[in-house]
């Protein structure tokens, strides 16, 4: 089963795709996490990417497109994925459907984890309070004023790609304000998928 979550930056996506992961065998694709994985790696693509994610902005749509591409295609994700942060813009979302047509990949659900931008500023300052309790280290985006950029992002170019999916559909929705076993239940509801134990 090949599956979206889609949602604004802090809703739950990246949880959720790990539970998924996790309980039933579909690989989590965070677009996020290669890039971060790029940046660490001192690569010519972190180095762009730095600069772009710390400023809550898009990395080019071409780039990401070409490395989703690719990934899907890699042994782990033959039993299924979960694609966490990608499409992220219409051209994305356009042109995912596209490549999944030309490997013959079905695409069984586009959920959309919602949560209002109060809660989300919420859940940042709730974050950082603690990391900075424990002494670990916070993702450098991970500002309230970084989050709003994202928001203005998620508002302007990833949100018209709700109404994408809507109309041919596809899309479905999940309370994000839930505790996270309640969200993964809902998923999991809107997916058919049996909950174990
Ligand atoms: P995430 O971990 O999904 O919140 O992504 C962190 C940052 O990586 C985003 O704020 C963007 O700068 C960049 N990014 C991740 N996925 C994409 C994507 N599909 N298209 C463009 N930029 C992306």
């Given at each position: 089963m090949n599956m979206i979550l889609l949602g604004p930056p802090g809703a739950g996506k990246g949880t959720q795709a790990s539970i998924l992961?996790?309980?039933?065998?579909?690989?989590?694709?965070?677009?996020g996490d290669m890039l971060r994985s790029a940046v660490a790696s001192g690569s010519e693509l972190?180095?762009?990417?730095?600069?772009?994610?710390?400023?809550?902005?898009?990395?080019?749509d071409d780039l990401m497109i070409e490395m989703i591409s690719?990934?899907?295609?890699?042994?782990d994700c033959r039993k299924g994925f979960i694609l966490d942060g990608f499409p992220r813009t219409v051209p994305q979302a356009e042109?995912?459907?596209?490549?999944?047509?030309?490997?013959?990949?079905?695409l069984e659900a586009v959920i959309e984890i919602k949560v209002p931008d109060e809660?989300?500023?919420?859940?940042?300052?709730?974050?950082?309070?603690?990391?900075?309790?424990?002494?670990?280290?916070?993702?450098s985006d991970d500002?309230?004023?970084?989050?709003?950029?994202?928001?203005?992002?998620?508002?302007?170019?990833?949100?018209?790609?709700?109404?994408?999916?809507?109309?041919?559909?596809?899309l479905k929705q999940v309370d994000g304000l839930a505790p996270i076993e309640e969200v993964t239940a809902q998923i999991e509801e809107v997916l058919g998928v049996a909950v174990k134990g």
């Open positions: 992961e996790e309980r039933h065998g579909l690989k989590q694709l965070s677009t972190g180095r762009q990417a730095k600069q772009i994610m710390e400023d809550g902005q898009l990395m080019p690719r990934r899907i295609d890699e042994p042109s995912l459907d596209e490549l999944l047509e030309q490997k013959g990949l079905a809660a989300l500023v919420r859940r940042i300052e709730t974050r950082r309070a603690e990391s900075a309790r424990n002494g670990s280290a916070a993702r500002t309230v004023e970084t989050l709003n950029k994202r928001l203005a992002v998620y508002h302007g170019q990833t949100a018209p790609i709700l109404p994408y999916y809507e109309r041919t559909g596809r």
